[in-house]
């Protein structure tokens, strides 16, 4: 990446901090011909999509026949997971449970909305509290790792938590807030976009970083949902928002005046360490702005263009005081000095590559599930 010419899409903001980013003559990315050429002609929101979702709700109540719930939605209070939840109630008429796991770093905001959809949709929540003291310690583990990835241990617990529960409770549709509108442009591997859950690479780092047993994280290998969840207890993911028009400020909007939600000013920052780890932490330190992707996704959609992207990733999303206060309150909260986090923050910067991973296995899957169309967006 260092001996390579800058060079950014015309078409899109993704650029050269991507290393393995394609360019054509005209200087279009392979995002920008992936979206137009794989993506689009398969994304159906009109009628068809209608059609389609029905045909699934009505699939879910079968199952979901006699019990208690027909589902499970991971719901954390941002816009995605509050929109679905809106959709499977409101629209596919489904009896979903939302299940929030709290890793100990939501926003206000974010506990404010999901309290207010679970009492203005009548749907039931279940909480898992994460013990903080196993967490804290997994994410010190992986800041002294000085690896990109450091939503990671966040994201693990979220997803485990939630698969473990449905597999206990026999809740075999999972819906989730995954969508081409405001995703079709996936971060690069370089950017902390790990693809997930890998016990090889969380064991390894938190043998050599650790220091208090995981008795009670909970943690689902990718091949154990991959393979065992799906195929043999017979799991199914959906996505209900690829088959809907879902234009972010419409459903900001529609929640707002629906239930008093309240947005956020970017994608991620109802938790409060994720705000901080991509608008303070990556940027500064490892020179990634994953705004790049969540701006050209919105641009590919026709929600903003490129030149507003291009003004806004210009600066900082959020102002050098805030974010200051914010390393300081990180900082207190993961009992270190602010001193010992600026050691780390300064550290030599390292990727998972230097840990023991098996991202050549994921990967190997991630091409066969691009070949049979499961995966539409670049996964690299």
Known sequence: MDNRKYQICTKTIMDTSDPNIVFDENGESDYYHNFQNVILPNWHTDEKGYEELMREAAKIKKEGKGKDFDCIIGLSGGLDSSYVAYVAKEIMGLRPLLYHVDAGWNTDKAV???????????????????????????????????????????????????????????????????????????????????????????????????????????????????????????????????????????????????????????????????????????????????????????????QMTREEALERVSKPELSDDFLEKEFEYVANKLDLTKDELQTIFEGENKTFHDYKNKIKLIGFGAKIMMKLGLEKRLFR
């Open 112 to 302: 404010g909305n999901i309290e207010k959809l679970v009492n203005g949709l009548g749907i039931h929540l279940y909480t898992d509290v994460i013990n903080w003291e196993e967490m804290k310690d997994l994410q010190l583990a992986f800041l002294r790792s000085q690896i990109v990835d450091q939503d990671l241990p966040q994201d693990y617990a979220f997803f485990s938590s939630l698969y473990k529960f449905a597999k206990k409770n026999k809740i075999k549709y999972v819906l989730t807030g995954g969508n081409y509108s405001t995703e079709c442009c996936r971060e690069p591997e370089e950017w902390g976009g790990f693809p997930g859950i890998d016990k090889i690479l969380v064991k390894d780092i938190h043998t050599k970083f650790g220091k208090r047993e995981l008795k009670t994280f909970p943690l689902v290998d990718i091949l154990s949902y991959k393979i065992y969840y799906r195929y043999v207890l017979g799991m199914k993911v959906f996505k209900p928002l690829n088959l809907v028009p879902y234009i972010k400020k419409d459903a900001e909007n529609l929640l707002e005046q629906k239930f008093g939600w309240e947005r956020f000013q970017h994608k991620h920052h109802e938790s409060r360490f994720t705000r901080f780890y991509e608008d303070y932490w990556m940027p500064r330190k490892f020179g990634f702005q994953k705004r790049r992707a969540h701006f050209s996704s919105l641009i590919l959609t026709g």
